[in-house]
């Protein structure tokens, strides 16, 4: 554990777009610091140039080699503040930096939060999706096949969920999504947040995707997608099938009961089809 003389080490968000999203806590912390710790320092600067803070930059990356975060160690075991900052929005959420914050809570260091802007927290702030519990997934895979992939596994899942998309992938991944999910199930779109031509597009699959399918400027820019969750609940839809099940096996084949239980339930005819040869032999 180090002595009460070590620095701290401050988590500052930054603007996600518009500049007077800067909070004044977050400048005062910047300009009373030793040095910033970035990813992009010339992408830092201009940002930094614009609320007149002149500090020294150094670069971090998580997947570099240790010496960024050994120096940064050594500077608050030294006793200086250091803050950490990301290109946009709040570090850490789709960003480098939580090995360097393991590693500091490891040493004995404090490390403190600025909060700030966030782009998952404001599309979900007006997606008009339900916000009382969510999963963030970040940036879904490039190919289309591991995608399908992604969200087949999400298919059951009853939250809301988040994702980052790249703006040429962003009609393909709706596609992807609508495949999946079904053309009537519900989406959200926040482009460009806080940004000049900022957009937000609600509705269904198949109502976003012929939206961004016609025009070329929702193909641009930052994306955040918002999925709403499954509207089924495992235990109720299990108890619910069971019933129907063992209604309509007793005047019809295991097979033939199975497809009509997942017709009428919107489940698996191969599960239905295994509990009613369970049924069956019990």
């Keep these: 554990m180090n002595s009460n003389q070590s620095g701290t080490l401050y988590i500052?968000?930054?603007?996600?777009?518009?500049?007077?999203?800067?909070?004044?806590?977050?400048?005062?912390?910047?300009?009373?610091?030793?040095?910033?710790?970035?990813?992009?320092?010339?992408?830092?600067?201009?940002?930094?140039?614009?609320f007149r803070i002149d500090k020294p930059l150094m670069a971090y990356h998580d997947h570099s080699d240790k010496k960024s975060s050994y120096k940064i160690l050594?500077?608050?075991?030294?006793g200086d503040d250091i803050a950490l900052i990301s290109d946009a929005g709040t570090p850490l959420i789709s960003d480098p930096g939580y090995r360097l914050v393991l590693a500091a809570r490891e040493e004995g260091y404090q490390v403190i939060p600025i909060p700030g802007a966030?782009?998952?927290?404001?599309?979900?702030?007006?997606?008009?999706?339900?916000?009382?519990?969510?999963?963030?997934?970040g940036f879904l895979p490039a190919k289309s096949s591991?995608?399908?992939?992604?969200?087949?596994?999400?298919?059951?899942?009853?939250?809301?969920?988040?994702?980052?998309?790249?703006?040429?992938?962003i009609l393909e991944c709706l596609k992807d999504a609508r495949e999946i999910f079904g053309g009537e199930h519900i989406g959200f779109i926040g482009r460009e947040i806080s940004k000049t031509f900022e957009t937000y597009l609600h509705g269904t699959l198949d109502k976003l995707v012929a939206l961004v399918d016609?025009?070329?400027n929702q193909q641009r820019g930052e994306i955040v997608l918002?999925?709403?969750?499954?509207?089924?609940?495992?235990?109720?839809?299990?108890?619910?099938?069971e019933k129907v099940l063992r209604l309509l096996l007793a005047e019809?084949?295991?097979?033939?009961?199975?497809?009509?239980?997942?017709?009428?339930?919107?489940?698996?005819?191969?599960?239905?089809?295994?509990?009613?040869m369970e049924l069956k032999n019990s």
């Design 252 to 276: 019809l084949p295991a097979a033939k009961a199975a497809a009509l239980t997942a017709k009428i339930t919107g489940g698996d005819k191969k599960q239905f089809y295994q509990m009613a």
């Design 74 to 78: 050594k500077r608050l075991a030294s």
């Design 118 to 137: 966030s782009a998952v927290i404001s599309a979900l702030s007006v997606a008009g999706l339900p916000t009382d519990k969510f999963r963030f997934i």
């Design 12 to 50: 500052v968000a930054t603007p996600i777009g518009n500049l007077g999203d800067m909070v004044p806590r977050a400048i005062e912390t910047l300009q009373s610091v030793a040095a910033i710790a970035c990813e992009d320092t010339r992408h830092s600067k201009k940002l930094l140039d614009h």
């Design 146 to 169: 591991q995608r399908k992939k992604a969200f087949s596994e999400l298919k059951s899942v009853n939250e809301t969920m988040v994702f980052y998309e790249a703006p040429h992938r």
């Design 214 to 216: 016609a025009d070329s």
């Design 226 to 241: 918002v999925l709403g969750g499954s509207t089924n609940t495992g235990n109720s839809s299990t108890v619910d099938g």
